[in-house]
Structures are given as C-alpha cells and as structure tokens.
Antibody, heavy 118, light 110 residues
Framework: EIQLQESGPGLVKPSQSLSLTCSVT?????????WSWIRKFPGNKMEWMAY???????NYNPSLKSRISMTRDTSKKQFFLQLNSVTTEDTATYYC???????????WGQGVMVTVSS | DIVLTQSPALAVSLGQRATISCRAS??????????MHWYQQKPGEQPKLLIY???NLASGIPVRFSGSGSGTDFTLTINPVQADDIATYYC?????????FGSGTKLEIK
C-alpha cells in the first residue's frame, strides 16, 4: 500500500525558511508519477504549490515561484519542500500527495501543521 | 488562474440526495476530457479522491457518489446521504496550471 508521511518543524519564525520532508513507502518515486505539495490555510482555502516529476523536473505555482524549491532523494524515497522568507500568511497545513496523469491527487499524506510566528 | 466557486455549506437530511456544485471561471473541458475532480475531507484527515474527470468513481468509493458536468459547471451528487458523509467537499481543476481548488462545501445534516 502506498503511504506518504510529512515531517518537519511545526513552528517557523517570520523571514526564515520552511523545510518539509515527504517520505513515501510502497512505491518508488521514479516509477512514473509525480509528487506534489499542497497546503490548506485556516479557513479551508487549498493551494497547489508545486510538483516534482518522476524524472526530477519541477513545476511551481507562479504565486510562489520566487520563494519555493522542491528536491528529492530517490534512494531514500523522499522529496522535499523549501519555502523561503515565510510570513504569517504561510501558516497552513501542508500535505504531500501523488499526482496522477491528468493532474489529480490519488494518495495524500496526513498533513503537517506549520505555524509561522515569532 | 481558473477560479472555482462552491457554496460554503449544504444541509440535507439523512437518506436524501445532496447536490454540491462547482462553477469554474472558464472551461475546464477539452475535446476528450472534463478535467474536474472531487475530494472529500473529514476533520483531522487528509483529502480523499472521490471522482476524477468529472464523472469517474475513484477506486473504493461507494456508488452513492456520482459526478457530472462539463465546461464550467460541475456537480457532485451523494444519494442517499449517510452519516459518514459529513465532511467538506472540494473540487479541483487540472485544465491548466496552476492547479486550483474550490473553497469547499461543508455538508451538514438537517
């Protein structure tokens, strides 16, 4: 069974960088699907942030393009999110998810809540 | 960006039909596909894929869930509604990047 699990600090100070890890079990991240980060803000708005393809290419939401980076470690079956210069508006629950062909998300992690506060 | 509009909440009685709508600011259909997908999210849980490409039931999803629509107007139907269906439902388009989600419709029991 495919499982995704997010990990990372729950509290980040304004102007610092937010770094999260998604660990995948039950699937090889180079096997043909892409891997995304999606966040849900307080109040329920959801935002697709980025994906990294099975071949390592990336696609970022233009609203975040200057601040975001996705990388991966294929040997550990992990992919990563870095979001720079965070503000309180980046407070959200962050999910990693598998992106299928057609850009729908069929497997999701449980999410990690990140608060940006001094 | 394509904006998806959903009503904030819907109240229905158990055993009745629930119809949740999603309207896109521009067409999300191609000549071959209707690129709208639906997710269910219960409190404290991750979203779950219910319907893909507007009308296809995802694996393991009960047949009381169905989807329809094309162009800019889409509908998720739950019939009959059960107590376990209490959740927030989101639409998501994949016609173009950036991928966008609706604001969610919270299903409540009358």
């Amino acid at each position: 069974e495919i499982q995704l699990q997010e990990s990372g600090p729950g509290l980040v100070k304004p102007s610092q960088s937010l770094s999260l890890t998604c660990s995948v079990t039950g699937y090889t991240i180079t096997s043909g699907y892409d891997w995304s980060w999606i966040r849900k803000f307080p109040g329920n708005k959801m935002e697709w942030m980025a994906y990294i393809s099975y071949s390592g290419g990336t696609n970022y939401n233009p609203s975040l393009k200057s601040r975001i980076s996705m990388t991966r470690d294929t040997s550990k079956k992990q992919f990563f999110l870095q979001l720079n210069s965070v503000t309180t508006e980046d407070t959200a629950t962050y999910y990693c998810a598998r992106r299928k062909a057609g850009s729908l998300f069929d497997y999701w992690g449980q999410g990690v809540m990140v608060t940006v506060s001094s | 960006d394509i904006v998806l509009t959903q009503s904030p909440a819907l109240a229905v009685s158990l055993g009745q039909r629930a119809t949740i709508s999603c309207r896109a600011s521009q067409s999300v259909s191609t000549s071959s596909y209707n690129l709208m997908h639906w997710y269910q999210q219960k409190p404290g849980e991750q979203p779950k894929l219910l319907i893909y490409d507007a009308s296809n039931l995802a694996s393991g999803i009960p047949v009381r869930f169905s989807g329809s629509g094309s162009g800019t107007d889409f509908t998720l139907t739950i019939n009959p509604v059960q107590a376990d269906d209490i959740a927030t439902y989101y639409c998501q388009q994949s016609r173009e990047f950036p991928l966008t989600f609706g604001s969610g419709t919270k299903l409540e029991i009358k």
